[in-house]
């Protein structure tokens, strides 16, 4: 767990983006993952942080790595942030697929009927994070405008 | 390994679909995939055999157990030789997306383009067998049929 290595805190408590509805999404993913309860006295700022990769952040981290089921769990509560708030934008079942190899590739599909909505190939998975809060939910706003505007454009697929 | 615990092989050297295109591909792809040259000495037909059960063979593997390498490189080598034959249906690269767990569930996905041409989870898949080379050769033809008409179907999805 990279979280041990980083003494100081980039995730304010205040920070706004805590408010946006992605970034809360991915604390109920994170949560739900969290099965030996480490999180549950950790406030979401700190369950956040080390998604957070600063430039001194991305230096400790090794170039080459397997990624840990921690990093694992970040990269799916991501994934399935986004498509629940594609489900909320298309009203359609979304389903991730995430497949992550153990030494740190992977694929990324997010399907909605028999549509794929999102795919995308991982690579580095051990350094799976965001320059900040900022960015981490303007990245997956990204993902679901364009992942709801091909639901919305091939809507007879993603129906089926 | 099941194959130890066959002591008599059920395909036969003449068995005449051996010449059929989607078992040529599976025994393509098979070979493709034996790393340590196992099958190298082997005939078509013994690569084959470990994938048809019988009633008595299916006895002998139990309920419940974990699927080893061997039986989940024989599903990698059905479901690409599928994916290979879609290709030569459709003229589209086709992309099969195969997950398993080491608990034997997992999940098939087919993709062209942006289209998914075929899903699928799999379940005991330490159990992973045919009961003759020709239900194998006739269930993965269905399939193959099945995700071209669909591909055609909903070409412009397909092509993305």
């Known amino acids: 767990m990279y979280e041990e290595e980083f003494e100081q805190a980039v995730v304010q408590e205040d920070d706004k983006f805590l408010q946006d509805p992605i970034i809360r999404q991915m604390v109920i993913q994170l949560r739900a993952m969290d099965g030996y309860g480490t999180y549950d006295t950790w406030s979401d700022a700190r369950v ?84 900040s809060l900022e960015v981490l939910a303007g990245d997956a706003q990204k993902i679901v405008q364009k992942a709801a505007a091909l639901v919305n454009e091939h809507r007879v697929v993603a129906e089926l």
Chains 1, 2 share one sequence.
């Open 48 to 131: 956040l942080d080390p998604l957070i990769l600063t430039k001194a952040r991305r230096k400790a981290i090794p170039v080459i790595g397997d990624p840990d089921e921690t990093v694992i769990s970040r990269i799916k509560a991501f994934y399935n942030a986004i498509s629940q708030l594609i489900e909320r934008e298309t009203g359609l079942l979304v389903v991730p697929v995430i497949n992550i190899t153990h030494e740190g590739f992977g694929r990324v599909l997010i399907v909605v009927g028999k549509l794929v909505a999102f795919d995308k190939i991982l690579r580095d998975v051990h350094r799976f994070g965001f320059d």
